[in-house]
């Protein structure tokens, strides 16, 4: 399988190794032959599709809700937040209206993950869309680094073997504002890349049969213990 290396600098394309391409792909990850960074194996042919998408939707405008001068000054918001490959148009729309609610100065959408103007977008975020700023990017690697070079914490929410409890890491005052909460693929979960490029990753306490919640809870939840934690302006 053929895939390609998601940082902008490099972009090499290359052959993933024989045991890493079986049908279980996009669990898979390693380091870029070239660059040698941490990265998730991804089938050139789905990495092309998305360079298509990313190419229809800037030619239809939809790439964000504001002005490039008033993203620029939302960047180092005391709360952000990135989606990267959402698939789920309900989930987007779900976690626009809770980043509304819990005062989010800006939403970054990633990858695949679906951007309004979508019916189904609407529907779940009941005008949010509209209210609360956002902006569309190709991968989320340029937009994380934007936001750690203007001192943008960033927190990555995913259960790890290294990812620490939310409470447990806001009560030990490892969370420091500004701060972009990320959240990923509801499958997948966190690229290799943007995992490496969070500054610490947090999990919420699953005390049932189930080893994760819906993406869009799980956002709620962490969205609303960060800010309450940070204090809220």
């Known amino acids: ?35 040698h960074q941490p990265a ?11 360079d298509k998408l990313y190419e229809k ?8 809700n ?20 959402v698939r789920s148009l309900f989930n987007v729309g779900s976690i626009l209206r809770t980043a509304d609610g819990a005062g989010a100065g800006a939403v970054f959408l990633s990858g695949v993950t679906g951007c309004p103007p979508h019916r189904q977008i609407a529907k ?7 209210s609360v700023a956002w902006q569309y990017h190709l991968g989320a690697i340029a937009i994380l680094r934007e936001l750690k070079r203007v001192g943008v914490q960033i927190v990555g929410l995913e259960s790890t073997k290294e990812s620490v409890l939310l409470s447990q890491a806001i009560t030990e005052g490892l969370l420091h504002a500004p701060v972009c ?7 997948m979960g966190l690229s290799a890349e943007t995992s ?38």
């Not at 939707?57 to 964000?64: A, T």
């Not at 490039?68 to 937040?81: G, I, N, V």
């Not at 779940?124 to 509209?130: F, I, P, Q, R, V």
């Open 66 to 85: 504001r002005d490039r001068e008033q993203l620029d000054a939302l960047h180092a918001s005391r709360f952000t937040c990135l989606l990267e490959d």
């Open 181 to 187: 909460l990320v959240v990923g693929n509801e499958v």
């Open 196 to 233: 490496a490029l969070c500054d610490i990753v947090c999990h919420l306490p699953m005390r049932g049969m189930k080893e994760s919640l819906n993406v869009a809870v799980a956002f709620g939840i962490a969205s609303y213990m960060i800010v309450e934690a940070l204090g809220h302006k």
């Open 57 to 64: 939707r800037l030619s239809l405008g939809e790439m964000s």
């Open 124 to 130: 779940a975020s009941l005008g949010a869309e509209e």
């Open 1 to 35: 399988m053929l895939s390609r290396c998601p940082y902008p600098e490099c972009s090499q394309t290359f052959a993933v190794p024989y045991e890493l391409a079986d049908a279980d792909w996009h669990w898979r990850s390693g380091a870029c032959p070239n660059c």
């Open 40 to 50: 998730s194996f991804r089938p050139l042919t789905a990495l092309n599709g998305l």
